[in-house]
């Protein structure tokens, strides 16, 4: 898969709202092993609570089209063109 998401992954999941193909997908738990789903988010945006490897929070499915629109939304220019 050309894309990745790497350990700079906050987990905000915005990658997975504008995927038009819905090739993003949660992959893990949070460090403090809630359940899965909607993230809260603080006042400033970030999500509350940590992830222990975010990097394994989402992965990217072959149903990827390769559109960019993940990379270009993400706010912690964590998913990067692999060659």
Avoid: H
């Avoid at 894309?3 to 905000?12: E, K, L, P, Q, S």
């Avoid at 990658?15 to 090739?23: D, L, M, S």
């Avoid at 992965?59 to 270009?72: K, P």
């Amino acid at each position: 898969m050309p894309y990745r998401i790497t350990n700079a992954c906050i987990a905000c999941g915005d990658c997975t709202v504008v995927c038009p193909r819905q090739a993003i997908v949660e992959d893990g738990l949070p460090r403090d092993n809630s359940t899965s789903g909607p993230r809260e988010r603080d006042a400033g945006g970030a999500v509350k609570g940590s992830v222990e490897d975010p990097a394994a929070f989402f992965r990217i499915t072959a149903d990827c089209d390769l559109c960019g629109c993940c990379q270009e939304v993400c706010p912690a220019g964590a998913i990067t063109w692999e060659d």
